[in-house]
């Protein structure tokens, strides 16, 4: 096991980074095995996305060969336009807020970063400041791209890969811990690294946020929009407040139905590993100064905490 989206069987990642020249973006691609049946779970005033109506669980959702994650907002969206040129099919998207963060409000991501996320793509997934977690922001800290993954037995895996960029906090102020962190795996996440969690966090310009990702298993589900829904609960244990007007928070669910598990026990390790990505999407994140301003790391707020982070992964 990785603890990756990519320990579902069959599930790829690939990321395309531009730092520099203005640019502080990126774009990633989560493949999909054929066969793979897809949905979405959309929420907040402020999405954007593209083809996710495709995906309407109302008519159980739709076999799709992956979706890709970007920055960009908006104009981030025409990277999906790489992706399918690249995979010769259509593929949906969701992209969240970076715009200007490195400087340049109008240095967004392009169709040729979203062909290049695709054939990037393999199994080793790199978190923190890569792809679509290149100029994330979580509230005062900077935020980025994480993944998890969990073994259920008899060969079922939950994974899912999420990128943190959000309004809300993701950090205890009073503690300085990742309001997750209490759902990690036996020795993923460090313990409290002393005093430097009593130091407050920066101030910053508020954000704009939505957090996107995929939720993917090879479990085969009556309801696969109970996957995309148990990963917003996920979302929402992350992250304090979530889900709110002026947020996109958007999560694709895949499923390769290859084996059969408990629903219950898959729902609620959906919710975990969502929650454990964005974690990870934190924890491995890294401190960006650009003419916008400094983008300060967890790993730099609380370095003893992060020390522990760093010896565990």
Known sequence: MRNAITDVPGVLVGHATRIGGGALTGTTA????????????????????????????????????GVVLTGGSAYGLATADGAARALGSPVPAAALFDLGRGGEFHACPTPELGAEAVRAAGVEVAQGNVGAGTGALDAALK???????????GGVVVGAIAVLNASGLSVDPTTGMPHAVRLGLPGEFPEPGGDDLTRPLPRFRHPFNTVI????????????????NA???????????????????????????????????????ATHVFARALVHGLLAAESVTTSW????????????????YRRAT
């Open 143 to 153: 935020g980025g791209i994480g993944t998890a993954s969990v073994a259920l037995g």
């Open 231 to 269: 990963a917003q609960d996920g979302l929402a244990l992350a992250v304090e407040p979530a889900h709110g007007l002026s947020d996109g928070d958007t999560v694709f669910a895949a499923s390769t139905g290859t084996h059969d598990a408990p629903v219950d026990a898959v729902s609620q390790a």
């Open 30 to 65: 989560v493949l999909f095995p054929p066969d793979t049946l897809s949905t979405v779970d959309v929420r907040g005033g402020g999405p954007a996305t593209r083809d996710t109506a495709a995906l309407d669980p109302r008519y159980g959702g739709r076999v799709v060969p």
């Open 213 to 228: 990702g995929v939720v993917a298993t090879n479990a085969r589900l009556p309801r696969l929009f109970a996957l995309a």
């Open 293 to 308: 301003g400094t983008l300060t790391a967890y790993r730099e707020q609380y370095p003893r905490t992060a020390a522990g």
